[in-house]
């Protein structure tokens, strides 16, 4: 447990406890609408959303791997993962195991030092599923901006938008105005009032509005969900049986995969910002092993680090985790003494913010970028952006991750490099050269080959068809040059024993020269290195060779 905190309050002073409390204090302010807003966006009671802010927010402070990362509800991947995948397949309750079962995957992954492995999810994939999901919560909110009434919510984004379109005619010109006015308000609030922030002041004035102007004429969260509680959240465990467990596996590893990403990428944005380095395996144990498993039992959603409250936090002074800590108490001591009040906020006003969270993390720059590369990277984004709008998130990552593994398979297997040299003896240094091997004039005794690029499973079939094309010829000896050869999978391996095997079957001789490292030691762990021979590889180059007679 003290390893836990190591450094994280080192240095720590009074002179930094007061930056603390401004900075947490504020974020506190930015978190309570946006914490409604994404529980309401997630199919689930406000409060849900404000149980997560305090409890995972203090605890993702005090136990993850950032000093300033600030964690709770978030609309980034969960939005679309609990309402489509979760809630209204499975319901609230399932939701709740669902993220107590990521919470232990996440563990299992910090423990087994996967933090690291965030570098290997391809940009293309990224920026397509975070578009898509813009796009689910952008179309989402609609219903509310317009105030329509008895829209049924739907798994898929083609019934949700049929569903707009047929209950257009239930349009709210109050709920539209209100929404409006928030809109306006949140876009203009950071040029006139840098530190007021935008989304508590769109609420603020809209709600003021709606309730003097035109009381009762459009819906609110009391008269959507019920009053707000102003009460601690009951703990309570949730119903874990071996059919739920099976049944939501699915959308828990999809929880805790994109919960993890989202709260590494934060904690990335974060060192940046403050030239310091986060813990990523700690982190993933904090947010998961910790908060994602506490959380559930209290009531409150998945939880992950959100990048646009740790910037806040950061711009603001923070110092320590400890302006996170006061962020989550602030929040809830809010819940208790304003929840009576926050019931009246019009659901009008909450679309505003969640639409303006949705364009802002779109990320519409990068992906008209990618797009306009026309290249593979271009395909994979494509299809991962509309398999996330049109189908679901869990198949975009997964088919998105796939193309992006081919694609990579497909350029390495282009760098792989096999050309037949001979000496150039019009070049005074005599070095081998692929331009004198030709129809005319070769050499029916050696054969010598020159590879360049990593003998892996794309390309190792080339690479035993080009080398085994000369078989016919039936050369005494065949040189491999494999000096820049970086390393061999086990498919590549698997070719070059058949080459092998090919060669000493017609009686011929395999010498190997310049491996060197990782590739030596991969041969002699396989066993190829002892069936080659060990006098049979050689270090030196194509002159020494000559001197041997073997040239």
């Not at 309401?40 to 802010?53: D, H, L, M, N, Q």
């Not at 990277?377 to 992006?404: M, N």
């Not at 037949?420 to 004198?436: F, I």
Request: hydrophobic share 50%; with cysteine.
């Amino acid at each position: 447990m003290k390893s836990l905190f190591t450094g994280r309050f080192e240095g720590y002073s009074v002179h930094h406890v007061k930056k603390d409390l401004l900075s947490g204090i504020i974020v506190g302010i930015v978190a309570i609408p946006l914490a409604m807003s994404f529980a309401i966006a997630s199919g689930v009671k406000p409060e849900y959303g404000i149980y997560t802010a305090c409890i995972a927010g203090i605890l993702i402070s005090l136990f993850g791997g950032s000093k300033y990362q600030i964690g709770g509800p978030t609309g980034g991947a969960f939005v679309p993962i609990l309402l489509g995948g979760i809630v209204l397949t499975y319901g609230y309750e399932d939701l709740l195991l669902a993220g107590l079962m990521a919470g232990v995957l996440l563990c299992i992954m910090g423990f087994f030092k996967l933090g690291t492995l965030i570098k290997f999810i391809p940009r293309p994939v990224t920026v397509g599923f975070t578009a898509g999901i813009a796009v689910i919560i952008f179309t989402g909110q609609i219903a509310n901006f317009l105030g329509l009434t008895n829209v049924k919510r739907h798994e898929y984004f083609i019934a949700n938008i049929q569903e707009i379109i047929k209950q257009l005619g239930t349009t709210n010109t109050y709920s539209i105005l209100t929404a409006v006015v928030c809109l306006v308000t949140i876009v203009i609030t950071p040029k006139f009032f840098p530190k007021v922030p935008g989304a508590l002041a769109g609420i603020v004035v809209s709600t003021l509005m709606a309730t003097f102007l035109f009381s009762g004429q459009v819906a609110t969260i009391a008269t959507a969900y019920g009053q707000i509680p102003n009460t601690l959240p009951h703990f309570a465990l949730p119903n874990i049986t071996l059919e739920r467990l099976q049944q939501l596996i699915g959308p828990a590893f999809v929880i805790a995969m994109l919960g993890g990403i989202e709260s590494l990428l934060s904690a990335v944005v974060a060192d940046g910002m403050t030239n310091s380095k986060h813990n990523s395996n700690r982190e993933l144990i904090g947010q998961g092993g910790i908060a994602n498993i506490v959380t559930p039992l209290f009531g409150g959603i998945p939880a992950t680090g959100a990048i646009a409250r740790t910037a806040t936090n950061i711009k603001t002074g923070a110092v320590s985790p400890m302006s996170g800590i006061i962020h989550g108490v602030f929040v809830l001591i809010t819940l208790l003494l304003l929840a009576p009040y926050a019931s009246h906020i019009p659901l009008a006003s909450m679309a505003p913010v969640l639409m303006v969270v949705a364009w802002n993390m779109s990320e519409r720059h990068h992906f008209s970028h990618i797009v306009k590369l026309k290249s593979g990277d271009s395909l994979v984004l494509l299809i991962t952006f509309l398999l996330t709008v049109f189908t679901s998130l869990t198949l975009a990552v997964e088919v998105g991750l796939v193309l992006a593994v081919l694609l990579f398979a497909k350029r390495m297997s282009e760098k792989l490099v096999v050309t037949k040299v001979l000496p150039d003896h019009s070049n005074k240094s005599e070095k081998v050269q692929p331009h004198v091997v030709h129809q005319q004039h070769d050499c029916p005794q050696i054969s010598m080959y020159t590879i360049e690029g990593p003998l892996f499973f794309g390309a190792a079939q080339m690479f035993e068809q080009t080398i085994e094309s000369t078989l016919h010829q039936q050369p005494r000896v065949l040189i491999l040059r494999m000096g820049k050869v970086p390393f061999m999978d086990s498919t590549g391996e698997a070719y070059f024993n058949n080459i092998i095997e090919n060669y000493k079957a017609q009686g011929g001789t395999i010498l190997v020269t310049g491996v060197q490292g990782d590739l030596k030691d991969a041969l002699e762990h396989n066993g190829l290195y002892d069936k080659i021979g060990a006098q049979h590889f050689f270090s030196i180059q194509e002159k020494q060779l000559q001197k041997l007679s073997i040239i």
